[in-house]
């Protein structure tokens, strides 16, 4: 199969919001198929190539992996304005309903850089298929344009809800604008209903993955003599983050001094400064661990070593970092809640998943967890846990696409 995955953001970002294509496209391209990735530039400063370079470019590619296509965005003067800031809400507000109205989105100016390449990828590429992922309507625009020169059926991807990202007095116009896709997939049950209410299209959930490697990593349990609790991901507000701290500080008042010396409170996410402020009145009570961003392999051995690992949940999407977490096969506590999709996947990977909706169930919960310490338990069912792997859930995306496309030659020409 040939097929151009289409995202905003570069794949070298060192964010969520990259890794999903990113990685589905890696895993095309190793089961032998003809991928290319076309993306934002990765800074301001880099220049998009010739399209005559382009063009040679994919002649010569070793398809073994994909072809990356970044595109710089073109000069657009009021998106320019529009993303330094301080402009008058009513002069903001118009220049965001203009571009959703008459251009591609608020990122036209990259969609509009793209475009030299639409007709060569159509031609000499011929995709079978483009898959765009929403995180703006420019991707979805990049997507549908480059599949209609070619002839090609079009499929969107939802990995974040319309409703926040879109102005609500254009929702239904951009998902009429948007509603040709052949194919919808969602990356959870939680986007699969909230793209219900825009489109008609039944979604097909494909969820981000693991690596297959880390998933099979021989279990490796917490040392006996000690307590780690770990948090991973964003703080969000702040507010959820201040009662967790508060609850964490309860539990270790409870312990005797030579008990809270054997714990460790240890956070790997973006918002270190954060907790680092949040976690001052711990310092007395426990070691504390701080880490910026982890590669994902680091982040998941810390994950292992842990007796318990946390997250604080945001009812605005569903969090991948939670099929992270049961790979880990640790037991994971979310803060202050989480939806039924949660639990559902926890069955299905035997996760020890605990939802703690107050700070008093999280001090009850740290404590339960203490009384077992020294107590390994194997969690999780590493078959079930492989099927959230790359390479399982690429496989339930091909078989999707499959369905769409058609018989088309490749032509080297």
Known sequence: MRAVFVNYVHPDVPHVSAMRVRCFAD???QKGHQIVLLTRTLNDTEASKPAEQVASELLS???????????????????????????????RMAIIAWHY????????????????????LAELFRPEVTWGTFGNTDTLAVARGIARLAGA????????????????????ILAKRFGDAAVITVNSL???????????????????????????????????????I??????????????FVSGLRVWLSGLRPPERSKVTFSYAG?????????????????????HTYLELDKLMRLCMASNVNCYLWSPRGFHHKLIELFCCRRPIISFPGEYAEAFVLAKETRGDFNCCKTENEL???????????????????TSALCRFSWDAQGDRLLKLMRTIVGDRPFIRS
């Not at 970044?70 to 998106?79: E, K, N, S």
């Not at 109205?101 to 060569?120: C, H, I, K, M, N």
Request: hydrophobic share 40%; charged share 25%.
């Open 27 to 29: 895993v095309l391209a």
């Open 101 to 120: 109205l008459f251009r591609t989105g608020v990122f036209s100016d990259w969609a509009e850089g793209s475009r030299p390449y639409w007709q060569v």
């Open 61 to 91: 590619h070793d398809w073994s992996r994909p072809y990356h296509l970044a595109c710089a965005p073109l000069p657009d003067p009021r998106l320019q304005a529009l993303r330094r800031g301080g402009l008058l809400r009513p002069v």
């Open 153 to 172: 059926p079009w499929a969107m991807d939802v990995k974040d809800s319309w409703d926040p990202f879109i102005p609500w007095l254009l929702r239904g």
């Open 190 to 228: 939680f986007q699969a209903e909230r793209s219900r209410r825009w489109f008609s299209q039944e979604p097909s959930i494909i969820y981000s993955g693991v690596p297959a490697h880390l998933i099979e990593l021989p279990l490796n349990f917490p040392q006996e003599d000690g307590f780690r």
């Open 363 to 381: 001090v009850c919960c740290f404590g339960l967890l203490w009384s077992k310490r020294g107590k390994p338990q194997v969690i999780g069912d």
């Open 230 to 243: 770990t948090l991973i991901g964003s703080a969000y507000n702040g507010e959820n983050l201040e009662v």
């Open 270 to 290: 973006a918002d270190v400064k954060a907790v680092e402020r949040a976690c001052t009145d711990l310092a007395n009570l426990c070691r504390i661990e701080l």
